[in-house]
């Protein structure tokens, strides 16, 4: 089954219920980018009038694990996943519609493919950068997933 933004979308209201109701929606994804975008609204601000932080590191963390879910899938092998790590950094207040979008594919396509020949668990550091309406950024998360193909 191919992954879209749209079967996304309906996995996070059933799966993922506070990053629907917060707005986050995916918007497109193939095997070198995804793109997510989030609205501020009242209820993902925090007490300065901009989006939290926790939304935006929900949408970003969407993009780098959406892709990597459908990689492993078209892999064909059962191979397990974790966030072991993380870190971010914030620019700009990030009001109106946030866009985050990870372009590291090329990436994980390398850790999958060493996870199946060594059958050693990988590690990889996927970036998801968060850019206004302006283009401006705003925030850059960094996620350090965990890949290990199971016996």
């Known amino acids: 089954m191919k992954i879209t933004p749209s079967k996304l979308n309906t996995f996070l209201m059933f799966k993922l219920p506070a990053a629907y109701f917060c707005g986050i929606r995916a918007k497109f994804i193939d095997n070198k980018k995804c793109i997510v975008k989030v609205k501020h609204r009242w209820i993902n601000q925090n007490p300065f009038k901009s989006m939290f932080w926790a939304v935006q590191g929900m949408a970003a963390e969407l993009t780098t694990g959406a892709m990597l879910t459908t990689k492993i899938r078209k892999s064909g092998k059962n191979i397990s996943m974790l966030v072991a790590n993380n870190n971010a950094n914030f620019s700009k207040k ?58």
């Open 94 to 151: 990030a009001t109106g519609i946030i866009t985050f979008e990870c372009t590291e594919g090329y990436l994980i396509d390398k850790a999958i493919i060493k996870a199946i020949e060594t059958g050693e668990g990988q590690t990889i550091w996927l970036n998801s950068i968060g850019t206004n309406a302006e283009g401006v950024q705003v925030s850059s998360f960094n996620f350090e997933w965990t890949i290990k193909v199971k016996q």
